[in-house]
């Protein structure tokens, strides 16, 4: 393993790949540092020390995962990537529903850059909705750290409001930037390597408030089922069923092309983080109309019921209702991203047929059945991986983004295992040894 770090060094071309794509991680963690234009250092970091020892401001924790902390520091990185996946996730539905979408999509190449284009100008206008939101609560004391009535902001005018937003929008467009300049340069997936970099930086504070709260041995007990936790995840994430596919000869003039033998690679846990957030995002709406009823005088009876059942996260009923949702995203995800007519039409079509199963309809239906056979274990296995954290909040009373669980562990593991298998690919390119031997 190490050996094999040292001959990704010792590259010269793959040396300056990975060194680049550690200098934009610094300047993206720099930038996740810096305090926004108004914001009142000392009274964040206050209300944060406070806010930590309670529910570690519950309504926000999903959007503060993605953003390494930064959110509740009101930093220029404030919004982290979480606009940019949002808008990945509404191009990808859309694309589905609108055939202007989908026809660029079949165009290829070019068609994919202009719904690339689409994403960015999507992402900069959720940046913008999501960054006034995030200020005008911020303008408000014990809005946005809830349980502290310091103010977060030196000046509560309009025009510290509107630079500030500007700024956190900007900051937006930057990490975007930088995303793509790895994509371009470095090594992996640019966006994704970000999104893994702002999750690991909660690492740290996530098991220090373990170790301080429970003790030394209960972390130490904690970091074994950890990595049996990880060890589960990477078996099941590299799980996939391979279905045979057998394409027959043709003649095309004197020459003979076909004959080959291939698979369709159909993953266990086909829908990837996908279903986890849009479960935590849809959870979280409930909980956030209860915050805004909860000011009034006489607040209706569900705002109770709500309260005591939906915004904590350890009740029964809550995580009934999160692991329900898990298991139907799981489904509907899969079921627009995967469409076993189209696979089945373009096997028919290159003269493609898997061994046993007539092309055409039958195909479509051995695939759709092998498909939603195979993604009942896998929504079952993120339910459970995502219940982790809420079961951590009852048994040991760690926070929601405990780390051996829940989104953070999916996208940890699946990025590292992602950008693990790409510097593989190119140190066999170059005739060395891989990691994995």
Known sequence: MLGAFANAFRTPDLRKKLLFVLLIIVIFRAGSQIPAPGVNVGNVQACLDITRSGENAGLYNLVNLFSGGALLQLTIFALGIMPYITASIILQL?????????????????????????????????????????????????????????????????????????????????????????TERGIGNGMSLLIFTQVVATFPAAMWQVAQQEGWWTFAIVVAIGLVIIGAVIFIEQAQRRIPVQYARRMVGRRMFGGSSTYIPLKVNQAGVIPVIFASSLLYLPAMAVQFNQSSTNPPGWVDWISRYFVRGDHPLYMIAFFLLIVFFSYFYVSITFNPQEVADNMKKYGGFIPGIRAGKPTEDYLSYVLSRITLPGSLYLGIIALIPLIALVLVGANQNFPFGGTSILIMVGVALDTVKQVESQLQQRNYEGFLR
């Open 94 to 182: 859309l694309v589905v529903v609108i055939p202007r979408l989908e026809a660029l999509k079949e165009e290829g190449q070019a068609g994919q850059t202009k719904i690339t284009q689409y994403t960015r100008y999507l992402t900069l206008g959720l940046a913008l909705l999501q960054a006034t939101g995030i200020v005008a609560l911020a303008r408000v004391p014990g809005r946005l750290l809830q349980g502290c009535d310091k103010p977060l902001l030196h000046d509560e005018g309009t025009g510290t409001f509107l630079v500030m937003v500007i700024t956190m929008t900007a900051g937006t467009a930057v990490i975007m930037w930088l995303g793509e300049l790895i």
